[in-house]
C-alpha cells in the first residue's frame, strides 16, 4: 500500500518569499530639517525633511515646518514619529532617503 500525501494546507505559501519587515533604529539630526536614518537591515541615508515638506500638505505636516519641532523626531515601534501623532513607516522612509547604502 502505497502513502498518498495530500498537500499541506499551508505549502502553496511556501513558493512566496515574505518579505523582510524592515524597522528604523536610529536617527541623527545633521542639520535643520536633515536627518540621518539607520535601519535594521543595515541600510542607512539621509531623509530631507525639507524636500519632504515641500512636496506634501496636511495638518500633521505644518508643525513639522518649524526647525525645533522638526528636531524632536524620535523613533517608536520602528517607525520615524513626532510629538503630534505624525508618523512615517520605514519602508517609505527607504524610498525617500537618498545614498541608501550598507553600514560597515
Known amino acids: 500500500m502505497s502513502l498518498v500525501?495530500?498537500?499541506n494546507a499551508l505549502s502553496h505559501w511556501s513558493a512566496f518569499k515574505e518579505p523582510t519587515l524592515i524597522k528604523l533604529l536610529k536617527i541623527q539630526q545633521p542639520a535643520p530639517w536633515k536627518l540621518e536614518?539607520?535601519?535594521?537591515?543595515?541600510?542607512?541615508?539621509?531623509?530631507?525633511g525639507r524636500a519632504y515638506l515641500d512636496s506634501h500638505?496636511?495638518?500633521?505636516?505644518?508643525?513639522?515646518?518649524?526647525?525645533?519641532?522638526?528636531?524632536?523626531?524620535?523613533v517608536d515601534g520602528?517607525?520615524?514619529?513626532?510629538?503630534?501623532?505624525?508618523?512615517?513607516?520605514?519602508?517609505?522612509?527607504r524610498e525617500l532617503v537618498s545614498h541608501a547604502v550598507d553600514a560597515e
Do not use: I, M
Not at 500638505?57 to 519641532?69: H, N, Y
Not at 520602528?78 to 517609505?92: D, K, T, V
Open 57 to 74: 500638505k496636511g495638518p500633521l505636516l505644518d508643525p513639522l515646518r518649524e526647525a525645533s519641532f522638526f528636531a524632536r523626531a524620535f
Open 5 to 7: 500525501r495530500s498537500p
Open 78 to 93: 520602528g517607525a520615524l514619529c513626532w510629538p503630534n501623532g505624525l508618523e512615517l513607516s520605514p519602508h517609505r522612509l
Open 37 to 48: 536614518l539607520e535601519f535594521s537591515d543595515r541600510t542607512h541615508g539621509l531623509f530631507d
